[in-house]
């Protein structure tokens, strides 16, 4: 079981790698594909399992990831299994504008300009 499912575009990935050595080092679980998906799995069914185990999704935005199909089902799988989503704005201007219906009346954590130690704070606000 995971504490958190990182959902992120491929352009993101530094991002996202960055963001769960930062949660890990604070004792948050994170889940992230490159690293937690055994050679030979099936993606799709690695991505269900660990959204089903996780206990909140992070939703990391960027202009790439509302572009991203594999975004977009994490999010409307997570919808579907009454996760807890956060999305995290990394990237873009004004992306709030352009998030999808599920994200747009969620409180969003704003990480373009703040230090992983701020962010892994508010993210750790929503794991309780």
């Given amino acids: 079981m995971f504490d958190v499912f990182i959902s992120y575009a491929i352009s993101d990935r530094d991002e996202a790698e960055r963001l ?3 949660l890990r080092a604070n004792n948050v679980s994170g889940w992230l594909d490159k690293a937690d998906i055994a050679g030979g799995a099936s993606i799709p069914s690695a991505v269900r399992a660990a959204l089903k185990g996780s ?3 992070v939703v990391l935005l960027s202009p790439s990831a509302l572009r991203s199909e594999w975004v ?3 999010i ?3 919808e579907a299994l009454g996760k807890k ?3 995290v704005i990394v990237s873009g201007e004004h992306l709030e504008r352009e998030f999808p219906d599920i994200l747009k009346n ?4 704003d ?3 703040r230090s992983h ?3 892994v704070r508010d993210l750790k606000l929503a794991l309780e």
């Fill in 106 to 109: 969620r409180k969003w954590i």
């Fill in 55 to 57: 206990n909140v999704v």
């Fill in 111 to 113: 990480a373009r300009h």
């Fill in 76 to 78: 409307g799988a997570a």
């Fill in 117 to 119: 130690k701020d962010v």
């Fill in 72 to 74: 977009q089902f994490e």
């Fill in 85 to 87: 989503i956060v999305p």
């Fill in 20 to 22: 769960v050595s930062a």
